[in-house]
């Protein structure tokens, strides 16, 4: 027999390789249906880690908007509050005002003639 003869050892010897191809094969495929498998896991966790981070930002926006509106009632009501101060105080001036005139009427007429005098004459000065 010569070195290239494969009479003998053709069928022989090609049934082990084959097998070993068909076996390495076979793992291939079960690999890439494995990888595929975890790659379907992997985006569907992603997927459920994304809508849950969603939830947490729409619930993190939702309660700073709630204290943005609760911060803008307690500014509103503290303005309110400053106004309403104000109010009062202006309204004691105009009482102590009226009151002062009731007790002195003359002087007050007075007083208001020189402020009135004064206004006047700063006035016309300023034409000149």
Sequence with gaps: ????????????????????????????KQAARDA?????????AAGDELRVGKAHVKSDLADSAL????????????AREQADVLMDKGRDLIDSAAELIRERPIASFGAAFAA?????KLARSGDK
Aim: hydrophobic residues 40%; without cysteine.
């Design 116 to 120: 009135g005098w004064i206004i006047a």
């Design 36 to 44: 595929g498998d975890a790659i379907k896991g992997a985006s569907g």
């Design 1 to 28: 027999m010569s070195p290239t003869d494969t009479t003998h050892n053709g069928p022989a010897a090609a049934s082990p390789l084959k097998n070993s191809l068909g076996e390495a094969g076979s793992h291939l």
């Design 67 to 78: 204290a943005g509106i609760s911060a803008a009632e307690h500014a509103s009501a503290a």
